[in-house]
């Protein structure tokens, strides 16, 4: 994690042309054989802090009270996720913002973006089949409400919606599949 938001701060600082997976290392007080160890190329360095993210909110949906519905334990688990101070410290939210806005503009760090985003929704499917004891829909309910998500914070990161925030764009695009996942 150390080298991951090593990496963060240098793509956020600098861009990701201006950020070599040597300059990595030294940020992070490592060898730069040691960061090869763990990651392939520079923009892999921060997978862990793009699946940060989708870990917490997985977290709290599990965590969310067992009485609620499907669509209101997804609801539950944006809430405490995506509000700044709650989820993920308000100092970071500039940070992500930026680390979505760069993959969208560099085909390596969208690579890493989609592989987490992957990741993350293999790991709600899961979540979602613990709470709800196994129902054979629980991977198409695990992908919607996914992509609800991110699309949300995607359109978050670029700036396409003015003064929302990406849990009130979170719950409105789960709203509008709620259709679906109840």
């Given at each position: 994690m150390e080298i991951a938001r090593a990496a963060g701060e240098l793509f956020v600082k600098h861009g990701l042309r201006g950020t070599r997976a040597e300059d990595i290392a030294v940020a992070a007080g490592v060898a730069p054989r040691t960061f090869y160890r763990y990651f392939a190329t520079k923009e892999e360095a921060v997978a862990p802090l793009y699946s940060a993210g989708a870990r917490l909110w997985a977290e709290a949906v599990l965590s969310a009270p067992p009485n609620l519905s499907v669509p209101d334990a997804l609801a539950h688990g944006v809430r405490h996720t995506f509000t700044p101070g709650a989820g993920v410290s308000t100092a970071s939210w500039s940070w992500v913002r930026t680390l979505i806005r760069l993959a969208d503009s560099d085909a390596g760090l969208r690579r890493v973006w989609a592989e987490v985003c992957h990741s993350s929704e293999r790991r709600?499917?899961?979540v979602l089949a613990v709470r709800v004891g196994g129902a054979a829909d629980v991977r198409l309910v695990a992908a919607v409400?996914?992509?609800?998500?991110?699309s949300a914070v995607e359109a978050w990161a670029a700036g396409e919606v003015e003064g929302e925030e990406p849990v009130g764009l979170a719950l409105r695009n789960l709203g509008v599949v709620g259709g679906v996942l109840g």
């Open positions: 709600l499917g899961e409400a996914s992509a609800a998500v991110r």
